[in-house]
């Protein structure tokens, strides 16, 4: 009798606890439907999607707030910054009529002509495979348009393919161009892009105005608040457009130099994969040669070797990504040589 009396409580206090749980959700909804009014606030004043310092200060008067209440402070924040992140997706907004050409069809070109179409700019989608081409932009909510036509069309076209394919795919699209439009391409890399950009400028006479951009996040399902790297070629009439369609996008735009922007990609990239790579392969090693058993390594897995692994299972999921990078950035051997240099010196001497 005492365990079904328990029982009985137990499932008491549970409906307590979901009616609460339901008027939580009641609130984050009402909270959303004044967002989505604030968003159109900020589109008409042409205000930033995100605003970091807002949320910040927010953040640290709920945390106070919820340490008076009994509550975990970094709960609090936890919570807050989900919500928000959620409210600045809801108000993103295209500042000008913009027509854009996503030229790739990839994970990162459909993520940024979804989130250009969720804005309301004017986005198609183009490609050399029609049939994946015509499937990304169904998905994005946009159209589909052939490459020339795409062109013809575009005020700006926005490339998200390979770096390689990127340098092959511009002398063809060069004459295609028109001086009032802006090309941009999403690279990882910028040296070889800079490099194929200004010898068509030389070799042509000229030609549209070219930024190179380089969102610093992954296929995100929305990357309101990120950072993104801007790296000029030729950015004069159209960066005040630029700067508005990026605020616009709740992203933070970054403005470097390309040598710059590739010496610190060397570190915050390069050297960033090849630890997380060399672990990995020396974590396999290491355990072969121990004996140590599969099904042991995973039952003794520390919390933040669990964060270590989902971060390599990610990595895995780019590895092409990944090899690029690697292969183009001009100062990848100097990150190998510093990772080499501080294995070296963590080494115990020998007794």
């Not at 910040?56 to 340490?67: H, M």
């Not at 030389?202 to 990120?226: D, I, K, M, Q």
């Not at 933070?252 to 990239?269: F, K």
Request: proline share 6%; with cysteine.
């Amino acid at each position: 009798m005492p365990q079904e009396r328990s029982e009985a409580a137990a499932e008491s206090l549970r409906a307590s606890l979901l009616r609460i749980d339901k008027s939580i959700l009641s609130l984050i909804a009402a909270r959303m439907n004044i967002a989505d009014v604030l968003g159109e606030v900020k589109k008409e004043s042409g205000m930033s999607v995100y605003d970091p310092s807002r949320e910040i200060t927010v953040a640290n008067l709920l945390a106070e707030e919820a340490a008076k209440l009994g509550v975990s402070p970094g709960l609090a924040k936890e919570i807050y910054f989900s919500i928000a992140r959620e409210s600045r997706c809801r108000q993103l907004y295209c500042p000008d009529t913009i027509r854009i050409a996503v030229y790739g069809y990839g994970g990162m070109g459909r993520m940024l002509a979804s989130m250009l179409s969720r804005a309301g700019c004017w986005v198609a989608v183009t490609g050399r495979d029609p049939e994946k081409a015509r499937e990304a932009a169904r998905a994005a909510g946009a159209k589909y348009m052939e490459q020339d036509y795409a062109i013809d069309w575009a005020d700006m076209m926005l490339y998200a393919v390979p770096t390689r394919v990127l340098v092959e795919l511009l002398p063809r699209h060069w004459r295609l161009y028109r001086e009032s439009m802006l090309i941009a391409d999403i690279a990882s890399v910028k040296t070889p892009v800079v490099r194929a950009v200004e010898e068509l400028y030389r070799s042509s006479g000229g030609g549209p105005e070219y930024v190179s951009l380089h969102p610093l996040f992954g296929p995100l399902s929305c990357p309101a608040g990120e950072n993104v790297a801007v790296s000029p070629v030729r950015l004069e009439k159209w960066r005040p457009r630029l700067d508005r369609l990026l605020q616009g996008l709740g992203l933070v735009p970054v403005y470097v130099d390309p040598d710059s922007h590739d010496r610190a990609m060397a570190v915050n990239q390069v050297l960033h994969h090849l630890v997380y790579e060399a672990y990995e392969r020396a974590a396999e090693r290491l355990a072969g040669e121990l004996g140590v058993e599969p099904s042991l390594l995973k039952q003794l897995v520390t919390w933040s070797l669990k964060q270590t692994l989902s971060t390599l299972a990610r990595l895995q999921q780019l590895r092409g990504v990944v090899e690029e990078i690697r292969r183009e950035n001009p100062y990848s051997r100097e990150a190998l040589q510093a990772l080499r240099g501080a294995v070296e010196e963590l080494a115990p001497e020998p007794q």
